[in-house]
Nanobody
């Protein structure tokens, strides 16, 4: 199993970024994909999740209405569209898959929201 995030960077408050998580080594469409984030000095926290085939989504209250999670099962890729970014969204963003009770994480991608 391999998860590779990309798309992070520096953005001004109010700006947008789209993160990608390219997956391999498992049947992507069968599993929930999630995004988490970890800010300096804080615990890793849940951001959003999307189910496999049907694509049911769930969001943390702090990002509802601003972030959108999606997936392309043909490309084995999950996405996180982030709009109206705030300085408090600054963190390393990780994608996660839980497969047969084993948890897999990507290496993370840094998102910095600053003027």
């Amino acid at each position: 199993v391999q998860l590779v995030e990309s798309g992070g960077g520096l953005v001004q408050p109010g700006g947008s970024l789209t993160l990608s998580c390219a997956a391999s080594g498992f049947t992507f469409s069968r599993y929930v994909m999630s995004w988490f984030r970890q800010a300096p000095g804080k615990e890793r926290e849940f951001v959003a999740a999307i189910s496999g085939v049907v694509g049911v989504t769930n969001y943390a209250d702090s990002v509802k209405g601003r972030f959108t999670i999606s997936r392309d099962n043909a490309k084995n890729t999950a996405y996180l569209q982030m709009n109206s970014l705030k300085p408090e969204d600054t963190a390393v963003y990780y994608c996660r898959a839980v497969i047969n009770n084993s948890v897999y994480w990507g290496q993370g991608t840094q998102v910095t929201v600053s003027s």
